[in-house]
């Protein structure tokens, strides 16, 4: 089936990328993803969402999300797209039980955060266990704080957190921090944060709230508990790529390369959200990424003609390679 614009994903991104496209007629098809919805799925409270001022459950939020873009006419596929090709137009994309193709794409695939991996973190997710401090630090007020990582991300979460919280430690792994000079001695200087060197995050104990973490020092392997009432776990976050690669320019981190705007490197291809925005990581800049990105393929469908799609069949696949290539060599 050809569609004139395709929107991959249904985050924020995504969803609101269709609304603006589906107001401006262009019937967009939004291939959700399995797991439609994005990552405020699974957050129970988003209190700064603009709107609700007496805040709104993550689900809920998306709920209505996708409601509006269906008001309007996007039709949303609940399909993960395995596959695209994008060396020439139309653009095609596949999922496990059928191929599209569109004149126009935009890539909201967004990101996930880096977890433990223990048990007790998932069980008591949203329940004190965050990814989020710029989210929840709010919610931590006059509280005991753990952050878990030691680059740069972890360094502005225990940051941020100071602002609410009595006492941030910080356990990391090593006896070292990987963030920037000027990250770390902030930090260090920082008379609210304390750092636990070579330690690592056993276990989250609390049945229905954290209450404390077990830490066991990698060194020695002896274990300590430390009371706390929120845990913060910055080990960073891992965008959903994967798919472009090849197909996309990527940078060093394995987010999506924005070029102007939303644009990517292939003509017709936009982006939008987590999937290239390493820096602010927000519902609500993810919204307005896909806004913007929903404006920038209006226009550019705006001059697409397909009689001369033979031309910027050559054109983009030529960009593409050259693109790809260059970013290689460098
Ligand atoms: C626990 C938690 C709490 C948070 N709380 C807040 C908060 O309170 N306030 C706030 O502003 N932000 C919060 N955030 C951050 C916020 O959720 C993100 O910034 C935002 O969701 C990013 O939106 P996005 O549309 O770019 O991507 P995402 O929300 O990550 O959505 C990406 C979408 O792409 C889909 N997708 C991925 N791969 C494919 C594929 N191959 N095929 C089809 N679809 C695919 C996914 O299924 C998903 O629907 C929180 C994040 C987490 C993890």
């Known amino acids: 089936m050809h569609r004139r614009l395709i929107i991959i994903g249904s985050g924020p991104a995504g969803y609101t990328a269709a609304i603006y496209s589906a107001r401006a007629n262009l019937e967009p098809l939004v291939i959700a993803g399995s797991q439609s919805g994005g990552q405020l799925m699974i957050t129970s409270e988003v209190e700064n969402y603009p709107g609700f001022p007496e805040g709104i459950q993550g689900p809920e939020l998306m709920e209505r999300f996708r409601k509006q873009a269906e008001r309007f006419g996007a039709q949303i596929l609940d399909e993960d797209v395995t596959k695209v090709d994008f060396s020439s137009r139309p653009f095609r994309i596949f999922t496990e039980r059928e191929e599209h193709s569109a004149d126009a794409v935009i890539v909201a695939t967004g990101a996930s955060a880096k977890w433990l991996g223990l048990p007790s973190e998932l069980r008591l997710r949203g329940k004190g266990v965050s990814a989020c401090a710029t989210c929840d630090a709010f919610f931590f007020r006059g509280k005991d704080v ?3 990582g030691g680059g740069d991300t972890a360094m502005e979460e225990a940051l941020f957190l100071t602002k609410f919280a009595n006492h941030v430690t910080v356990v990391h ?35 229905n709230q954290v209450e404390g973490v077990i830490v066991r020092n990698v060194l020695d392997g002896k274990t300590s508990e430390i009371k706390c ?8 976050h891992e965008p959903a790529t994967s798919l472009f690669r090849g197909q996309l320019e990527i940078d060093e981190r394995g987010y999506i390369k924005v070029m102007d705007g939303t644009k990517t490197n292939v003509s017709g291809v936009f982006v939008a959200g987590d999937v290239h925005d390493y820096k602010y990581r927000q519902a609500v800049t993810a919204a307005g990424f896909g806004c913007q990105a929903a404006l920038d393929a209006e226009k550019y469908l705006e001059e697409y003609s397909p009689e001369s799609s033979g031309m910027l069949k050559i054109t983009a696949r030529k960009e593409s390679l050259d693109k790809i290539s260059e970013s290689q060599t460098h």
């Open 173 to 207: 792994r090593r006896d070292r921090l990987r963030a920037s000079k000027i990250m770390q001695e902030k930090a260090q200087s920082n008379t609210k944060i304390s750092f636990l060197w070579n330690h690592v995050v056993d276990e989250v104990l609390g049945s």
């Open 229 to 236: 009432q929120g845990l913060f776990v910055a080990i960073g």
């Open 146 to 148: 753990v952050v878990v």
